[in-house]
Every structure is written in structure tokens, then in C-alpha cells.
């Protein structure tokens, strides 16, 4: 029973540290870094899907188009690890977040664009081979 009132207490607090946290500007910037990250994130499911079905098609191995498409498909999935791998939350009173925040809402929603062009394309290939 302690644990059970330890742990919503807990969870009451972090919900209250998280909205905090938005009012500042700051906290505004990193939520929005953050929805973009959320908004792709899944997306990586699709290109892991893509991926497979690009290698089952027959001759997939000697078709340049496929081969390209599988290595662009590689490069967006790396690019958002590397991009998470990378991101670090400012640290509370750091004079340089809002700098660097703005520097990681370019870099995610370069990662963002390139991952949903490269799924359009790939899309595109596999129905073309699919008909």
C-alpha cells in the first residue's frame, strides 16, 4: 500500500515538474523538439517494413533502383539514431539551451523530412514492382 501511494505521489510530481517546465521558453522549444521526434519516431517501424519487403523482391540483390532505395532507407533510419544518440536536454538555467535547442528543432526536422521522402520513395518503388 505504501509503495502504491509512494509511486502516484511520484507520479503526481513529475507530471507537475513536466508542465513547469513548459512555461518557460525553454520548456516551450524542447516540447516542440521533442513532438517532432514523437511525431516521426513510429515512422521508423515503416521503414524497417519497407526495408524487407525492397530485399524479398525478386532480384532485389542486382537492381540498382532497389539497392539506392535500401541505402537511403538505411541512411534515414541512421540519421534519427545518430540524432538520438546525439540529443541531450539542456541542463536548468543553461544559458546556451535556447541555442542549442534551436540548433536540434533544424537538425530533427531535417531528419523528419528526409525520413518522410525517403518512405514516400520507397513506397513508390515497391508498388512499381508489386503491379
Not at 517501424?45 to 532485389?60: F, P, S, Y
Not at 535547442?101 to 514516400?120: C, F, G, P
Request: include cysteine; charged fraction near 30%.
Amino acid at each position: 500500500m505504501k509503495f502504491a501511494f509512494l509511486a502516484l505521489v511520484g507520479l503526481i510530481l513529475l507530471q507537475t515538474a513536466c508542465r513547469a517546465d513548459q512555461d518557460t521558453p525553454e520548456g516551450l522549444l524542447y516540447q516542440q523538439v521533442m513532438d517532432i521526434h514523437d511525431e516521426v519516431m513510429p515512422q521508423m517501424k515503416d521503414i524497417h517494413q519497407l526495408r524487407k519487403k525492397l530485399r524479398k523482391i525478386e532480384g532485389a540483390a542486382s537492381n540498382e533502383s532497389i539497392q539506392d532505395m535500401l541505402l537511403e532507407l538505411q541512411k534515414a533510419d541512421d540519421q534519427m539514431m545518430d540524432w538520438m544518440a546525439d540529443f541531450k536536454r539542456p541542463k536548468e538555467g543553461d544559458s546556451n539551451a535556447m541555442s542549442y535547442l534551436n540548433t536540434e528543432m533544424s537538425k530533427i526536422e531535417k531528419v523528419r523530412d528526409n525520413m518522410l521522402s525517403t518512405i514516400a520513395n520507397g513506397q513508390e518503388i515497391l508498388q512499381s514492382y508489386e503491379k
